[in-house]
Each structure stands twice: as C-alpha cells, then as structure tokens.
C-alpha cells in the first residue's frame, strides 16, 4: 500500500535520507531502528508528507507530494515526539480532536454519539478510561504519551507512524502497547510503522525491522535474516550481541 | 457509562452557570459606564431611554433632554467603542497565542500597533486629510499601516522559512515593529509640534468618539469574530504543534495565513479608533482558559466578553477618577489589569 522508490529528504537543502526504496504492503508492521541521527525520524516525517522529499513516496498508487492535507491525514496518522504544551484541554477533548476530519456538524454542535464512543474506545485501548476528565498538564510524561497514541486511533487511519512510542512508558506500559499495536493492526490489516531504541522492543513489536544507518537502509526485511553480531557492531559501533548476553546472564542468577 | 453521562452533565450545566455569571457582570458594568459621570443616571432611565430610542417612541417627560442625549450622543457611543474595541482586542489575542503556541503573543508582537502609530503619525505630523475620508483619514490610515506592517512581517518569515515557523513569524514581527517604532521616534522628534498630539493618540482613549465610529467598529468585529469562531477545532488542534496539527489534517499554512490577518485586522481597527491599548489582549485569554478550559469555542467568545467588559470598567476608571480631567485608558488598563491578573492567575495556580 505504500511504496518508497529513490528518496532523498532533509531539512534546508541538505539530505538526511539518501536514496532509500522500500515498499510497505497491508497488515504488516514494522520497527524502524538506527543510530541516532541515521535519519529515522526523518524519514517518517517524508512518509506523512511534513517535508518536502525528492523521488517518489505513493500511498495507495497516488503520490504524497500531491496529495492535499486531508487526503493525507485520513490515511495517515503520525505521533511525534512529545513537545511542551501550554494550554490545557482534558484528556477526552484531546483524544476528540483526532477525530478533526470525521466530525460533521458545526463547531458549537457537541461531537456526535459515535464519535464519543469511538474515544472512549480509543481510551479504553491505551488504559486511559478513568482519567478521562483530568487535565492532560497534570498527567505524568507516560501517561501523556497515551493520549496521543489513542488521538492516533481516534483518526481511524490506514497507517500509523508512530515515533519513540514507547519513549516516557514504564515497561508494562511499552508491552501493552506494542501488544495493542499488534493487535491494532491484525485486525483490520493496517499498518503501523514504530521507531523504536529498545532494541528488544522493536524485534517483539514485529518481525520486519528497517534498520537505518547514515541515511541509509542497511537492512529491511525479517530480522532473523540478518542479525548477526558482527553485522550490528558495524552499524551501532558496540557489541550488541554480547551486551544482551551479559544482561541474560546476569539475569540467571536470579530465582 | 451512565454515571460518565452525568458528570459531562455537569460539567456542561457548571460552565453555562459561569457564563450567565459573566455576561450578568458584563450588562451591570455596561450601565455603570452609562450611569456614572458627572450627572449620574439611573439604570431605569437608562433603559427607557435606550428602549424609546431604538422603538422610536416618545421619552416620558420626566426625564430631561439633556439627560437623554448624555446618555445617547455622549456616554453609550463611548461604552459601546470600549466594549467593542475590548472585545476586538481579546479575541485576536486568544488565537495569535494559540496560533504562534505562545501564551505571551499579541498581535502587538507582529507589529500591528508599531505600524499603525507610524501612519497615524504621519497623519497628525502632515496634517493629511483624504477628502472622501474625512475625519476617518487618521483610524483608516492607522488600520492600513497596521495591517501593512503584519503583512510585510509574516511575509517576511514566509520567505526565509518555508514552513513560517512561529519562532520565525514572532522574530521577524519583533524587527519589523522595533524597526517602524525608531521611525516613528525619528520623525516625532523632527515635529516637536505634533508631539503631544502623537503621544495622546497613542496613550489611547474613548472620549469624544460619535456614533459612526462604533459602527463601523461593530461592523467590523461582528464580522471577524465569529470568522474566527468558526475556526476553533484548528485552533485547538494547532497548540499541540505545527506538525502535530498538519499530521491531524489541519491545511496549516493556509489557516495560519487566515488566522493571522483576520486577527491582526481586528486589532489593527481597534487600535486605529482608540488609540493603542495593551495589556487586555494579552490577559483576557488566560483569565478566560482559567475559568472555562481551553477549548476555543468557548474561550474565543468569552475572552471577546471579558475584554469588553474590562475595558469598559478601565474607561469608568479612567474619566471618572481625576474628573473632568481624565487619565489615559491604556494605563488604566494594566494599572487595574495587572493585580487582578496576578491574583486570579497566582491564586488558582496554587490550587489546582
């Protein structure tokens, strides 16, 4: 459903991703990885269309670049990273504004009974249900990140670009979600697309991992082709494979 | 689920009991700007008065001629100007925070009030009169140099950043208004003159204004406001974040664009008839997001409510305190303005 072929972006004229191609078909997901600054970020920002890109990214056989902002958004949710907020809504008018381009009615007509359940839904999804009523500047950094990942929901989209979801979450919170994530998109084959550090998070949320290097993809495809020790110590400059080891072991010695 | 059901209830029942409350305050602020003066009146008249007029029926004897046009040549056009310019002022403050997702914005930041007190400068310095205009050379001139100046500054930033971040846009209205300001210095100081005429227009005041002023005024906010009403759900969505608002399905540079001009123009006009008043716009909003959340639909209107109010209270302070003298209403304004903001901002900050 979407198809990447020769992609250069970055920001003031200078590239960050540099001739990446790659294609995404429906229901898969997938855990991008990388170095910091190999160009991750960028590159979800290129696919839900906030950068301009050289070469072609098609959603559904039209291209990003000529598609109007709404067109784009229907299919195609992105959480950045956290950034400060200053004005205070609770977490279900948060949540709600997801739901921007499915609302009918005008601005003062209270959002319709589907659309009050759908948030509720997405709520219930994130384990949000009963702060619905609180308001979102005193919610913990965790909790925060929650409500935007159930505003993504709340947009019903296709594809879900998702960055550090798990950034700010204790780990039963990481599990959950990427357990949800999983689910989320099994059901009705949809996308979703995570950044992701933990590295053991990225191979639990799916087995197709797109690792970034220099702007580059080093590799795509099921991890369990190509991690290899030696091949992660080229890209990360540490031993990956025996950093993990020592932690399994050093976890053994206990009951 | 019930249970959810009624709490929303209530929270719906709670906020229309706070905004009764408010317009309640605003009608008895509004006939005190009427009735206290000189000649004090009573709100009873007042309304016979108002009501004879608008009905065109006969006003009872009782009440005298003079009283009748105090109240409708001289005190209600000067009322209804603060109101407007109050509410004016307020509503284009509330988006230009919300659209530069900077709760210390105004569309003074963009350099609508430099600009204007440069054209209206000019004006009084040149003695200019455009013939068809009138006497409405000076608030025309002074809108259009406003508006001139936030087109040049967002231009600008359009320019040198394609995305117009908010940083670029309030930067670049930073060095436009610090630029016409020193202009502005530079010729007040070659027409020594015309200086006190500069300084008091730009002191601001409500008095000695007729009726064609307030309804050009009215024309203009009644229009801008609800244009801008109706772009609450943007507004909402874009304080979370440029990219954030582009990722929902906000058209952002295209509502940014629209929101700032419609903002700037409202308070372009504002500033052209009353000269430049500070201090409202950039309080009411975070009075109103306190009391009432920060969902636009209601903030938009309400922060127009309580700015209008306010002024008018300012106005009262301002000509009734060394009367007949009067003090300027834009000092009035923060005089008043800042403590009240601070205890209401402070005191429920602590709590919540």
Same mark, same amino acid.
């Given at each position: 459903?979407?198809?990447?072929?020769?992609?250069?972006?970055?920001y003031?004229?200078?590239?960050?991703?540099?001739?990446?191609?790659?294609?995404?078909?429906?229901?898969?997901?997938?855990?991008?990885?990388?170095?910091?600054g190999?160009g991750?970020t960028? %590159?979800?920002?290129?696919?839900a269309?906030l @950068?301009?890109?050289?070469?072609?990214?098609?959603l559904?056989?039209?291209? @990003?670049?000529?598609?109007?902002?709404?067109?784009?958004?229907?299919?195609?949710?992105?959480m950045?990273?956290?950034?400060?907020?200053? %004005?205070?809504?609770t977490?279900?008018?948060?949540?709600?504004?997801?739901?921007?381009?499915?609302?009918?009615?005008?601005?003062?007509?209270?959002p319709?009974?589907?659309?009050?359940?759908?948030?509720l839904?997405?709520?219930?999804?994130?384990?949000?249900?009963?702060?619905?009523d609180?308001?979102?500047t005193?919610?913990s950094?965790?909790?925060?990140q929650?409500?935007?990942?159930?505003?993504?929901?709340?947009q019903?989209p296709?594809i @879900?670009?998702?960055?550090e979801?798990?950034?700010?979450?204790d780990?039963?919170?990481?599990?959950?979600?990427?357990?949800?994530?999983?689910e989320?998109?099994h059901?009705?084959?949809?996308?979703?697309?995570?950044? %992701?550090?933990?590295i053991?998070?990225?191979?639990?949320?799916?087995?197709?991992?797109l690792?970034?290097?220099?702007?580059?993809?080093?590799?795509?495809?099921?991890?369990?082709? %190509?991690?290899?020790?030696?091949?992660?110590?080229t890209?990360?400059? @540490?031993?990956?494979?025996?950093?993990?080891?020592?932690?399994?072991r050093?976890?053994?010695?206990?009951? | 689920?019930?249970?959810?059901?009624?709490?929303?209830?209530?929270?719906?029942?709670?906020?229309?009991?706070?905004?009764l409350?408010?317009?309640?305050?605003?009608?008895?602020v509004?006939?005190?700007?009427?009735?206290?003066?000189?000649?004090p009146?009573? =709100?009873?008249?007042i309304?016979?008065i108002?009501?004879?007029?608008?009905?065109?029926?006969?006003? =009872? =004897?009782k009440?005298?001629?003079?009283?009748?046009s105090?109240?409708?040549k001289?005190?209600?056009?000067?009322?209804?100007?603060?109101?407007?310019v109050?509410?004016?002022?307020?509503?284009?403050?509330?988006v230009?925070?919300?659209?530069?997702?900077?709760?210390?914005?105004?569309?003074?930041t963009?350099?609508?009030?430099?600009?204007?007190?440069l054209?209206?400068?000019i004006?009084?310095?040149?003695?200019?009169?455009?013939?068809?205009?009138?006497?409405?050379t000076?608030?025309?001139?002074?809108?259009?140099s406003?508006?001139?100046? !936030?087109?040049?500054?967002?231009?600008?930033?359009?320019k040198?950043?394609?995305n117009?971040?908010?940083?670029?846009?309030?930067?670049?209205?930073m060095?436009?208004?610090l630029?016409?300001?020193?202009?502005?210095?530079?010729?007040s100081?070659?027409?020594?003159?015309?200086?006190?005429?500069?300084?008091?227009?730009?002191?601001?005041?409500?008095?000695?204004k007729?009726?064609?002023?307030?309804i050009?005024?009215?024309?203009?906010?009644g229009v801008?406001i609800?244009? !801008?009403?109706?772009?609450?759900?943007?507004?909402?969505i874009m304080?979370?974040?440029?990219?954030q608002?582009?990722?929902?399905?906000?058209?952002?540079k295209?509502v940014?664009?629209?929101?700032?001009?419609l903002?700037?123009?409202?308070?372009?006009?504002?500033?052209?008839?009353?000269g430049?008043?500070?201090?409202?716009?950039?309080?009411?909003?975070?009075?109103?997001?306190?009391?009432?959340g920060?969902t636009?639909?209601?903030?938009?209107?309400?922060s127009?409510?309580?700015?209008?109010?306010?002024m008018?209270?300012?106005?009262?302070?301002?000509?009734?305190?060394?009367?007949p003298?009067e003090?300027?209403?834009?000092?009035?304004?923060a005089?008043?303005?800042?403590?009240?903001?601070?205890?209401?901002?402070?005191?429920?900050?602590?709590?919540?």
């Open positions: 459903m979407l198809s990447v072929k020769g992609l250069f972006c970055g003031n004229g200078v590239d960050v991703i540099k001739d990446a191609s790659l294609d995404i078909t429906a229901g898969e997901n997938i855990s991008i990885i990388g170095p910091n190999s991750k960028t %590159f979800l920002r290129a696919i269309g @950068i301009p890109y050289k070469g072609s990214i098609r559904d056989d039209k291209e @990003i670049a000529q598609m109007k902002r709404k067109e784009i958004a229907s299919k195609i949710a992105f950045s990273q956290i950034s400060s907020i200053y %004005f205070s809504y977490v279900f008018e948060t949540v709600m504004l997801g739901r921007y381009l499915r609302m009918k009615g005008g601005v003062f007509s209270e319709s009974k589907k659309d009050k359940e759908f948030v839904q997405c709520l219930n999804a994130v384990g949000l249900t009963e702060l619905k609180r308001q979102i005193s919610l950094g965790g909790q925060l929650r409500v935007f990942i159930a505003r993504t929901f709340a019903e296709e @879900i670009l998702l960055d979801p798990t950034n700010h979450l780990l039963k919170h990481q599990i959950e979600l990427v357990e949800y994530l999983k989320w998109s059901k009705d084959r949809r996308v979703v697309v995570g950044v %992701f550090h933990d053991n998070l990225a191979m639990q949320f799916s087995n197709k991992i690792l970034f290097n220099n702007g580059q993809i080093a590799a795509y495809g099921d991890y369990r082709t %190509f991690f290899d020790g030696d091949f992660l110590k890209i990360y400059s @540490i031993d990956i494979k025996n950093y993990m080891l020592n932690s399994l050093r976890w053994e010695n206990y009951g | 689920m019930q249970k959810q059901y009624i709490l929303i209830s209530m929270v719906v029942m709670r906020r229309k009991i706070k905004v409350i408010s317009i309640s305050i605003c009608i008895i509004l006939l005190a700007g009427i009735g206290i003066g000189s000649v009146i009573s =709100p009873a008249d309304f016979i108002l009501w004879s007029k608008l009905f065109g029926r006969a006003i =009872p =004897p009440i005298s001629d003079i009283t009748v105090l109240v409708w001289l005190r209600l056009p000067r009322v209804l100007l603060a109101f407007i109050g509410g004016a002022l307020s509503a284009s403050g509330t230009m925070q919300s659209v530069l997702k900077n709760p210390l914005a105004s569309s003074y963009l350099g609508v009030s430099s600009g204007a007190a054209g209206a400068g004006v009084i310095i040149f003695g200019i009169t455009i013939s068809i205009l009138g006497r409405l000076l608030p025309i001139i002074g809108l259009t406003g508006l001139l100046t !936030v087109f040049l500054a967002v231009t600008f930033a359009s040198i950043d394609k117009m971040e908010n940083n670029t846009i309030i930067l670049a209205g060095v436009f208004s630029f016409i300001n020193s202009i502005l210095t530079i010729v100081s070659m027409a020594k003159g015309h200086l006190e005429r500069i300084v008091f227009w730009q002191m601001g005041s409500f008095a000695s007729d009726w064609i002023s307030v050009i005024l009215a024309c203009i906010a801008g609800p244009c !801008v009403i109706r772009f609450s759900r943007e507004l909402d304080t979370f974040g440029e990219e608002a582009q990722a929902i399905g906000v058209e952002l295209k940014k664009w629209y929101l700032l001009a903002s700037a123009a409202l308070t372009g006009s504002a500033v052209a008839f009353s430049i008043i500070g201090f409202v716009d950039l309080i009411t909003p975070h009075v109103a997001r306190k009391l009432f920060s636009h639909r209601y903030v938009v209107p309400l127009a409510l309580f700015g209008g109010t306010f008018v209270a300012a106005d009262l302070v301002a000509r009734t305190v060394i009367s003298s003090l300027p209403v834009g000092a009035v304004t005089l008043i303005g800042a403590p009240f903001f601070g205890y209401i901002y402070f005191k429920r900050r602590k709590k919540g």
